[in-house]
């Protein structure tokens, strides 16, 4: 399929990437276990339960503190990360974890198209079509932890940076719904790391 198609050969990922994901993945389990736990905490009414509650808090706080120290060290220790991260997180409203992931997820970045890079990330509209009927568009597959990562950075995005504030306030305006104005916004941001990426220099505001 691959010869016909004539589909481009990409790199496999290294032992490092491997194991970087390897502790995102586990980072994210830890998120759902915090998630669950601060969920029992309100309807526990055992002290025991409470206190055993608030002990599997603390260790997956200590836990969480140890991964991403980890993952810090393990990018630090890769220039070419370095570099990379130190791009992503100079965008407004991508935090290292969130820049982590991209990295992490998405090795791909900087070396995509603007359209592909929306599509592996699962943020461009795709259309339900059979014969001459079109219905609406709808995001569907990609890489789902990449947009969950982007999803507070979008949110922060939408209220503090000016470009994409606007671009929020114009879709609102013309009648979309929250989330969907909320999605154009994440594939603004993926885009725009994968632009920043490509010509290797940071986020720099627009001049007047």
């Known amino acids: 399929m691959g010869a016909v198609l004539e589909l481009p050969p990409r790199p496999t ?48 706080a200590r836990q969480l503190a140890q991964i991403d120290a980890e993952i810090s060290q393990g990018i630090e220790a890769e220039p070419v990360l370095k570099a990379r991260l130190d791009i992503l997180v100079s965008i407004p409203g991508i935090s290292i974890i969130t820049a982590a992931t991209l990295l992490i997820d998405m090795p791909e970045l900087g070396s995509l198209e603007q359209a592909q890079a929306a599509c592996l990330a699962g943020l461009a509209p795709i ?65 725009l790391a994968n632009a920043l990426l490509k010509a290797g220099r940071t986020w720099a505001p627009k001049t007047p």
């Open 127 to 191: 259309a339900r079509q059979s014969g001459s009927w079109t219905g609406r568009a709808f995001i569907r597959g990609g890489r789902s932890s990449v947009r969950r990562a982007l999803f507070m950075p979008a949110l922060v995005a939408a209220r503090f940076n000016p470009d994409l504030k606007a671009k929020y306030q114009h879709l609102i305006a013309a009648g979309k719904p929250a989330k969907v104005a909320l999605t154009a916004i994440m594939r603004k941001l993926v885009v």
């Open 13 to 60: 990922a290294d032992d490092k990437l491997n194991a970087l994901k390897e502790l995102r993945v586990a980072r994210e389990a830890l998120i759902k276990d915090r998630t669950a736990a601060l969920n029992r905490a309100k309807q526990l009414t055992i002290a025991l339960l409470k206190r055993q509650n608030a002990d599997r808090l603390k260790q997956i």
